[in-house]
């Protein structure tokens, strides 16, 4: 019944220990969602960053217009223009490889934490059902002590039972 008593208690230590890991885990995925949450607000801020580029595109084009009214530095003035077009267009071009970037960062995520998921809801089912097996376990040890109990007193009313007849002998 010690050995029993000793597995059972090992095996509480154990699930207690997967326990803790999945708690672990479960602040991790807390940890991850947290920065998802990050990359979001990041997202937003480049979307106002757009609306001001496209705001600043709009005064570019009407800077345009002023600039075709002084004929005389036309030249001077297209080179400048061209020099803010190029400007403009790598500002977009890594502005749009770096939000590719981040929306194959946030799906690497929101996989990764799916898998997670997954793997928690089975460590927690895996645990659901030890913990039944378990206690099926600690119910047929307790009938079976039970049933031992009852018939080591039916051994010693026996026993009583035979001294009392030998004396009677």
Do not use: P
């Not at 995925?29 to 609306?51: G, P």
């Not at 061209?82 to 929306?103: A, D, G, L, P, T």
């Amino acid at each position: 019944m010690e050995a029993d008593v000793s597995e059972m208690r090992n095996e509480l230590q154990s699930r207690d220990g997967l326990w803790r890991r999945i708690q672990l885990e479960c602040q991790q995925l807390h940890t991850e969602l947290l920065k998802i949450k990050e990359y979001k607000d990041m997202q937003e801020i480049q979307k106002k960053h757009q609306s001001s580029r496209v705001q600043l595109t709009e005064q570019l084009e009407n800077k345009n217009t002023g600039l075709l009214l002084f004929a005389e530095n036309q030249k001077h003035q297209e080179e400048e223009l061209n020099k803010i077009r190029n400007h403009v267009y790598r500002e977009e071009q890594s502005h749009c490889s770096e939000q590719e970037r981040m929306k194959t960062e946030i799906s690497d995520l929101t996989e990764e934490l799916h898998q997670k998921e997954i793997t928690i809801a089975t460590i927690m089912e895996k645990a659901s059902l030890l913990e039944r097996q378990l206690k099926m376990e600690l119910e047929t040890k307790q009938k079976l002590l039970t049933k031992q109990q009852l018939l080591e007193f039916r051994y010693q009313v026996i026993k009583s039972e035979n001294t009392h007849l030998k004396e009677m002998v």
